[in-house]
């Protein structure tokens, strides 16, 4: 595609069932991000993927979040056991490579947990 | 931790006045970016500055990048209600990761 996909574009989910939150970047972009949003606010840093490096997962909440990325593109971030305070957007860029480089953003998944 | 923080974090004004946002850390950083959010959408970049004293013009939109690379300014003439958004920056470290302000909520009124 064109852009970044993200799916679903909005997800509700009881309190303690887990979750998976997919991102298709654009083609050939070796750098991976995932962040969440609270309503209004910055990004938080979650996980970053870049080329066959391991990640950097220092931005992980706790345990119960994990991220894939399989085959250097498309990328599923976990949550298991939801817990309300989960609930925020979800956000997916990618990039060719350096952090210089302009960052595409998916449009998001809108998590809540209930 | 590398951390940035933005200020002011909510602004509202009137159509045609000025205004500048900041972003500073005690970081140094190896880029700065500067991204505008419309709700339901993701952040688009408007600008990186790289070299320290680096200033960037986008039509109305003034960008700098401090001297020590650990602060940067977004400064906005004869705002318009189209600038209405929110405003993020961003800085980039030799590692990879970009980390991201918390944003300033911008609201120009007609």
């Known amino acids: 595609g064109a852009g970044v996909s993200q799916s679903p574009s909005n997800k509700v989910t009881e309190k303690g069932k887990d979750v998976e939150l997919r991102c298709d970047p654009i083609?050939?972009?070796?750098?991976l991000y995932w962040y969440r949003q609270s309503l209004g606010q910055g990004l938080e840093f979650l996980i970053y993927?870049?080329?066959?490096?391991?990640?950097?997962k220092s931005g992980l909440p706790s345990d119960r979040f994990s991220a894939e990325r399989t085959g250097g593109s498309v990328s599923t971030l976990t949550i298991q056991r939801t817990q309300q305070e989960d609930s925020a957007v979800y956000l997916c860029?990618?990039?060719?490579?350096?952090?210089?480089?302009?960052?595409?953003f998916g449009s998001g998944t809108q998590l809540s947990v209930l | 931790t590398q951390l940035l923080e933005q200020s002011p974090q909510f602004l509202s004004i009137q159509e045609g006045e000025n205004l500048t946002v900041y972003c500073n850390s005690s970081?140094?950083?190896?880029?700065l970016q500067w991204y505008r959010q419309e709700p339901g959408e993701g952040p688009v970049l408007l600008v990186t500055?790289?070299?320290?004293?680096e200033v960037k013009k986008l039509k109305r939109l003034t960008f700098q990048f401090g001297d020590a690379r650990k602060d940067s300014s977004l400064h906005i003439t004869a705002a318009q209600p189209g600038d209405t958004g929110l405003y993020l920056c961003?800085?980039?470290?030799?590692?990879?990761?970009?980390?991201f302000g918390q944003g300033t909520t911008l609201q120009v009124k007609p």
């Open positions: 860029a990618s990039t060719q490579g350096p952090t210089r480089g302009k960052l595409f």
């Open positions: 083609s050939g972009h070796t750098a």
């Open positions: 993927f870049q080329g066959n490096s391991a990640p950097d």
């Open positions: 970081s140094v950083f190896s880029s």
């Open positions: 500055v790289v070299t320290g004293g």
């Open positions: 961003a800085g980039g470290g030799n590692t990879g990761k970009l980390i």
